[in-house]
């Protein structure tokens, strides 16, 4: 059985996926972005997970110097611990993507457990008209993309970022399979528990938003980690919530932000991230839940501690 820790949250602040036509709401320059996280961190949030964009285009970027203008700041007004995505953004390269994490060395970054077909071109179809020229040909072309992660490259981002810099990972797995690879990693001693693992519904190209699904990839990572991990989820979408909160009953942690929706009910455009995180943070604490605080989640994931970063 996953360890029965305290919810853990996270929040996702505005990833690769959502472009900026969607939603005023979705921070793209560094004080955007750094005033969000830091709005998350005092709604609630333990985890503040990042990605950057080009404050001109708001397209995504994997460029460090970008990272740096906001990563002090959030360190500097909250106790949350940072966690720099190595997903990046579709057609990037690994090293890339791990590249801001080589520079900052924080306490967790997101580790993608396998291939997919990460598909996100359905969401073209949804607007007529577009802030920026890249947004729909960016959509679009995930109808004919694979987001790489194989075995040789997972090793690679964990000799670079957790042998050489002693970050944790959250492992990003978007299917049942993905557990396995994971599994792979700690039985072959490359990677020391506890293990984190962040379970990813309603991507198209991943496994579907059901509850069955979720119950299945539950006992499926109870047969293969025992209790040596701690598990979290996120959906995507309309999913979002009610996902979440299962995963609470289940004794898993949560992640929410504009990364993974971008909406706070049916057809209400969220304000921010922080309204999100105050909305799960409320649904958790009604129904008899703890929230962890972000020192309490480094204790629970076996972090490195702020300090030690290098940002």
């Not at 984190?196 to 699904?213: K, R, S, V, Y």
Request: proline share 5%; aromatic share 8%.
């Amino acid at each position: 059985m996953a360890k029965r820790t305290k919810v853990i949250i996270s929040c996702a602040v505005t990833g690769s996926i959502h472009t900026p036509t969607m939603s005023d709401a979705l921070p793209v320059t560094p004080d955007e972005i750094a005033r969000e996280s830091i709005a998350a961190a005092e709604a609630g949030a333990a985890i503040i997970h990042l990605h950057a964009r080009d404050p001109k285009t708001g397209a995504p970027t994997p460029d460090p110097n970008v990272f740096m203008q906001f990563l002090p700041r959030i360190k500097q007004s909250t106790k949350a611990i940072v966690n720099i995505s190595t997903g990046g953004a579709l057609g990037m390269s690994m090293d890339d993507r791990i590249a801001a994490a080589v520079r900052a060395e924080p306490e967790i970054t997101s580790l993608n457990m396998g291939s997919m077909n990460f598909a996100i071109f359905n969401l073209a179809k949804r607007y007529d008209k577009w802030k920026h020229d890249w947004e729909k040909p960016y959509l679009e072309r995930t109808v004919d993309g694979i987001f790489p992660n194989t075995f040789k490259t997972i090793d690679y981002v964990i000799t670079q970022l957790a042998d050489k810099r002693g970050v944790k990972f959250e492992h990003e797995c978007y299917d049942v399979g993905h557990l396995y690879n994971t599994q792979y990693f700690y039985d072959s001693g490359r990677l020391k528990p506890p293990i984190f693992l962040q379970f990813i519904f309603g991507i198209l190209g991943g496994i579907g938003a059901d509850l069955d699904h979720l119950v299945h990839m539950k006992n499926t990572a109870d047969k293969l980690f025992g209790n040596d991990y701690v598990f979290s989820v996120l959906a995507a979408g309309r999913h979002q919530m009610n996902f979440t909160t299962q995963a609470a009953l289940l004794g898993g942690s949560v992640r929410v932000g504009l990364e993974d929706s971008l909406y706070i009910g049916k057809g209400k455009l969220a304000d921010s991230n922080a309204q999100q995180v105050a909305k799960i943070r409320r649904i958790c604490e009604e129904l008899s839940l703890e929230i962890a605080t972000p020192d309490e989640a480094r204790t629970i994931l076996g972090t490195k501690g702020g300090d030690a970063v290098k940002f």
